[in-house]
Structure formats: C-alpha cells, structure tokens
C-alpha cells in the first residue's frame, strides 16, 4: 500500500501481536475465503488477531482511517458477514483456545472455534454444550444468533447454557457480561448476534452428553412426501423432549454411506437423536422409522454425538454457493405442507431443499423476553435451504426469497438470525423479523456499547436516538 496508510500500518503491526495480510500478500486469497462459495469480497486488510488487545487496537485503527469493519469467527454465517468489502477484517480464528473443567462443568471457548473444536474436548468428558447443528459451524456467530442444535429441546439454546461472555466493545474497551456484570450486555448478546461488541471468550455450561447417543437418520420416498410429513407431525407432537429432529425434502445426497443406486433420488429425510440414554433412545425414536412402510435407507443407530455434526458438515460443503432463509410457525397444516413439498419441486437446484426443524421443549421455558432472542414459543422452524455448485446465482437466490414469501403468506413469521438469505431485494430489513418485540430494548443497548453504529456487518440493530 501507498501513502499514509502504508506508513500507518507498519505502525499498527507493532502494536499487535497478529499478522496484517493486505491485497498483495500471497496468502489474501485463502485469508479472505468463507464457508459460503457466493461470496466473492475484497477487503483492504485483514488482521489476524491473536488477543483482546490486538482485537481492541484493529477497532481503533480502522475508526482512525474509516474503515468498514468486520468480525471473522467461524466464517460459516452464510450471508458473508465475516468479510467487509474495501475496509478491515478482524480474523479471530487463531484465538482458538477450549479449556473444559469437567468438574465445575464448564468450558472457556475462544471466538475462532468451530462446534467440532468444542465438541471434541467436551465429549472427551461425556460433556458437551448446545451448538450449531453441523461440526464446522463458527461458535460466534452461531450461539450469538441463539444457537440451534441438537440438544435444543432437552436443554435448550445455546445462549441458554452461556454463564459470560468476554466482549471488546467498540471503544476498545475489555468487559465481562452475565447475568450479575453487565447484565443488559449479556441479555443482548443472547440472541442479539455481534451488533454490541467483539467476544473474545464465551463461558459455557456443559451438559451431560453421549459420547454415544441414539441416532436418526431415515430417508423416505420422495413419491410419499406429503404422507410422510403429515406422520412427522404426529411423531414430533408426541415425543419427549429429549429427542430433536429435522425434516427435510430434497434428493439422497452423494455422500459415502449412501448407496450409489440412491443417489440422487427425490426423498424426506428424517434426522435427529435422543439426548439420554440410548437404549431408551431408540424406542422413542422408533416412530419416525416408521413414517412410511418402506424407508429408502434407514441408518439409524448408536452413534457417536459428534458424528451428527460431521454428517451436516459432509451435507453442506465449504465452497458451495448457499442462500438459507428461515420462518417460524405454530403448526404443520396441510396447506403449508404442500407448499413446502410444491417449493422444493421448483428449486432451480436438486441440492436444494425445504426443512422442517422440530423446536419447542426446553426452547420454550424461558418468557420470549428474558433473553434477545424471542421466538420461544415456535412449535416449528421452516428452513429454505438453496444450495448450488453452477447455474444462475440469481434463480437460486429469488427462488429462497419466493419460498419464504409463500411461507408468511400461510401463517410463517420472524427468522432466525443464522438463516436469514441473501437478497435480490435491496429494500428488504429483516432486522424486524430476527427480533421482534425485542427490538426497542435492543436498540437502547446498541446506543449504550455501539453509539456510532462501527459494528454493521450483522443483522444490524441502528442505536436509539435518546
């Protein structure tokens, strides 16, 4: 780089102990690469961050020059938050520490850890916290979003199971958020994703968890989608609320359990596990193996819970082009299942497909208030999932956008702030979606740690005006 800014930065790097990686360094290319392929974003400088104080001086270097800024944890939210076009990337992917106390039942996980790094040292202990659902999901931006996994209903949210959190705010500033410290940080952070601050470290409560749970993967015809739906409903009405599970429409994927003759096919596949003992685990697991008479593929087992979230993994590349949205609803009606099965026939994509996430449970226990995050009473998430590898980004794009659409007009509402699309619509806010009736408060807090708006690179939240 030329000119004062050149200059300037060779004084930043003495003030950090991370590395600066600007446009002409032959690692840009890799540093600026996320999980979701579409993304395609050029940002001046990245800094890899190793500490709250390099976190805490590369905020103050990027307001002295007026620089976007961005926070790359995980780089797996799929809207490409983690990269800021033309301004300064805070890379925290080598604050990767995980140190589990597996008597106090605790774990201190840094913002550069996947659910898998996480999920490794705790269930080498029989112990694990809510995550994200798939092993490379980033810990920051999913648990801050709510963090929906596959424990959800017998435990929770993710935010649920946060004790602090550790946050750079973006005066620079190190402080600690709880429920005693900072409490109205910590309430926003639950659910209110990265418009506050930068967390440096989460404090987690670990729950006891496998290592072997009962595990749900049965793939039914796709010529019995609507009668296999309509079974789901009933099975996940009626089930404990230590089993989780998921449904989704879409093709047999190409992956190495899967038998070369199935792939491809149209299918429902029914995910999940039972969080417990897994004896128990697979009688009440045993209804939806039964949805249809004739499964495709029935894999279901004893299995290893981190096994779970590598299958998402393997079913979501990194480098495939993503667009997922999200509504929430109270009921499966009939009339919203043949939309969902009508959607997922027009998907420009055969990897595309549309879910059926099963919520409520422990989800449900705490007011729709008590933390940021407020659709605790949703009985169900519906998720559109558009993947794709070629073909016109912008069909892919318009044909999530059109789905969810469909979706509110039958009785959908909100979103989660992990699935929130990417848009062909420049006017569309889905700020009002993610948080509901908890916008105002949040917008105070965003006043208080944010006045000035520096963290936009999220579902974003604009600062009270008093």
Sequence with gaps: MEGDLGNDIVDFAQTIRGEIISQDDDRYSEARTVWNGLIDKHPQLIVQCRGAADVGNGIQFADEHDLPLSIRGGAHHQTGSAIVEDGLVLDLSEMAHVRVDPTERVAQVGPGCRARDVLIEAQHFGLAPPTGSAGDVGIPGSTLSGGIGWMRRKHGLGIDALRSVDVVTPSGELVTASADENADLFWAVRGGGGNFGIVTNFEFELYEVGPIVAGLGVFYPGTQSKAVLQAYRAAAAAAPDEVTTLALRSHVPDLPPMPADLVGEEAVAVLGCYIGDPEDGMDALQPFRDLAAEPLLDMSEPMPYLMLHQLGSMMFPEGRNYCHRSCFVDELSDEMIDAMLEEAETAPSPLSGVGIWQMGGAISEPASDATAYPHRDAQYM??????????????????????????????????????????????????DRVYGDNIERLARVKAQYDTANALTKNVNVTPADD
């Design 382 to 431: 519906v998720t559109v999932e558009s993947n794709w590898e070629e073909g016109d980004d912008t069909a892919n794009i318009t044909w999530a956008r059109d789905s969810d659409d469909r979706f509110r007009r039958l009785g959908g509402y909100g979103a989660y702030g992990g699935f929130t699309g990417v848009s062909t619509r420049e006017t569309e806010d889905v700020t």
